[in-house]
T-cell receptor
Framework: DAKTTQPTSMDCAEGRAANLPCNHSTISGNEYVYWYRQIHSQGPQYIIHGLKNNETNEMASLIITEDRKSSTLILPHATLRDTAVYYCIVSPGGTASKLTFGTGTRLQVTL | GAVVSQHPSWVICKSGTSVKIECRSLDFQATTMFWYRQFPKQSLMLMATSNEGSKATYEQGVEKDKFLINHASLTLSTLTVTSAHPEDSSFYIC???????????FGQGTRLTVV
């Protein structure tokens, strides 16, 4: 699986947009970009994923560059409950495809 | 999304004993499940891939005789930590993918403390 690079930590004021970058320059054509987050002492929570196009759901938006070598997760209006470690992972979409976690970005949302 | 449930959420066991952790897919069938381990302030590390009806595939450095995995049905995989020692204390997490979804879903994790 391709590896990803994320900043170690980021801060964001509550109510503002949180933009979390991820580099995945060695991504393969069949690999999706997945974003998960982990709140302390819980299992990872799925946020969003995409292959080529930008995606949006009720939680976030995912912007993938045209060359697919990087992406940005956008939380449009961050709240204190969004404080977590965010993981960007690239992996094929099959049921047997494993997800390999990097170190992630620790997002701290403050008042 | 699909739901993956783990049991127990936390367990304390004595050194030298074995402990079993269950991972269930509640509303879908999972031919493949994954087991991860997470130490404090570290990321999730994949331990093994559990395959229904066949032997599990272990990642390099993971002792297959110590971490026994059984995936006897399409909705249940179990991880047994045998002869547990304090260094096995960790957060164990399972995940599975529903064939109807591209994403994987994770259980809530099991906190194991060996005393």
């Amino acid at each position: 699986d391709a590896k990803t690079t994320q900043p170690t930590s980021m801060d964001c004021a509550e109510g503002r947009a949180a933009n979390l970058p991820c580099n995945h320059s060695t991504i393969s054509g069949n690999e999706y970009v997945y974003w998960y987050r982990q709140i302390h002492s819980q299992g990872p929570q799925y946020i969003i994923h995409g292959l080529k196009n930008n995606e949006t759901n009720e939680m976030a938006s995912l912007i993938i560059t045209e060359d697919r070598k990087s992406s940005t997760l956008i939380l449009p209006h961050a709240t204190l409950r969004d404080t977590a470690v965010y993981y960007c992972i690239v992996s094929p979409g099959g049921t047997a495809s494993k997800l390999t976690f990097g170190t992630g970005t620790r997002l701290q949302v403050t008042l | 999304g699909a739901v993956v449930s783990q049991h127990p959420s936390w367990v304390i066991c004595k050194s030298g004993t074995s402990v079993k952790i269950e991972c269930r897919s509640l509303d879908f069938q999972a031919t493949t499940m994954f087991w991860y381990r997470q130490f404090p302030k570290q990321s999730l590390m994949l331990m093994a891939t559990s395959n229904e009806g066949s032997k599990a595939t272990y990642e390099q450095g993971v002792e297959k005789d110590k971490f026994l995995i059984n995936h006897a049905s399409l909705t249940l995989s179990t991880l047994t930590v045998t002869s547990a020692h304090p260094e096995d204390s960790s957060f164990y997490i399972c995940s599975a993918r529903d064939g109807g979804y591209t994403e994987a879903f994770f259980g809530q994790g099991t906190r194991l403390t060996v005393v």
